[in-house]
């Protein structure tokens, strides 16, 4: 008999081994499931084309025929029609699963699918959710439920007007975690570069697992590498390659950022106010793919508005760029 909801144990994630590169099994597993995850979002909307979500707000590119032997997706498995003209893949997929108007079945339905992939995994209640999650390094799958007796507050929900399965439904979020291993020059990059700022160090062992597992951001791909032995010794870091060409950010991912596409380093502040405040210490590059062709990486942040006003200057003239210290707005 199905366990009820209430004797479910606490989610937990079912984390799998990733034994050597280009064998993860989370990345496998959407290979066997035809979701064409290395393929550039340029080139998802030239093959697939986009269009309004059928229950959203937003629009996706819907992949006609990924997923073949999911049982009860709702509709295609999809990737958000965002950055459209970037040359690097997305790294959300979903879909939602629904076969009854019981959400444990639902999710049941979807687990026994990915289990036969990627081996067993336990479901768990988190909250007001019921999922069940398999992740390996960068990459993982996420299957997750809100039960209706779980909700103590519930609001309009468009989504479900248009349809009234997804009250229900099981969603299933694909997170391919790709990530480029570093070329020969960029190897060379990093083997050469010494320190120019230190942002922290969190100990070896929480460096090692952190960057092994660090699923890069749609703003940071294109510079995100796979870890190397070299981080050991670089974590918490900016540094500059010995030739001077690039920078290397080893904190929360490994970063390897040309230096002609650094624009300038910034550091973006809010003074205590309802909030406590803070600050931000940016690199800004050059971003084709977005709206004013730019975009922030954040290096560190502060908890004072003017904690990171002298590292910024640092680090600008160190790689010869312009600084921009804005002012201090209210955090409210």
């Known amino acids: ?31 066997d499931l035809g979701v064409p995850w290395r393929t550039s979002t340029r080139d998802l909307v030239a093959r697939f084309g986009s269009s309004p979500h059928p229950s959203y707000d937003w629009d996706v590119i819907p992949l006609a025929g990924a997923g073949n032997g999911l049982e009860g997706m709702i509709f295609p498995i999809a990737a958000n029609a965002f950055r459209t003209s970037s040359t690097l893949p997305p790294d959300h997929f979903f879909t939602c699963v629904w076969v009854s108007d019981d959400p444990l079945e639902n999710i049941r339905i979807a687990a026994d699918s990915f289990c036969a992939l990627l081996g067993p995994a336990e479901i768990g209640r988190n909250a007001n959710t019921v999922g069940c999650a398999w992740i390996a390094g960068p990459a993982g799958i996420t299957l997750t439920v809100w039960p209706p007796s779980l909700q103590s507050f519930v ?78 010794e670089l974590h918490g870091t900016v540094s500059l390659s010995e030739d001077g060409a690039a920078l290397i950010v080893c904190d929360r991912e490994l970063l390897v950022i040309p230096l002609d596409r650094v624009l300038a380093v910034a550091v973006r502040k809010l003074s205590p106010a309802k909030g406590p405040g ?17 975009t922030s990486i954040l290096l560190a942040s502060g908890r004072l508005p003017d904690e990171l006003d002298a590292a910024a200057h640092r680090l600008g003239e160190r790689i010869a760029r312009r600084v921009r210290i804005e002012p201090a707005q209210p955090d409210v």
């Open 1 to 31: 008999m199905p366990t009820p909801i209430d004797q479910l144990p606490d989610f937990r994630p079912t984390v799998l081994p990733v034994p050597a590169p280009g064998m993860n099994p989370v990345q496998r597993a959407l290979d």
């Open 155 to 232: 609001s309009r929900n468009r989504a479900h007007e248009r349809d009234p399965r997804l009250v229900t439904a099981c969603r299933v979020a694909f997170s391919p975690g790709y990530r480029q291993a570093a070329s020969e020059r960029e190897a060379h990059w990093i083997d050469s570069a010494s320190v120019v700022l230190r942002l922290g160090d969190r100990g070896a062992k929480t460096a090692a697992a952190q960057l092994a597992a660090a699923r890069p951001l749609p703003t940071t791909v294109e510079f995100a590498r796979d870890p190397v032995p070299r981080c050991a």
């Open 278 to 294: 803070g600050s931000w210490l940016e690199l800004v590059c050059q971003d084709p793919a977005s709206a004013d062709g730019e």
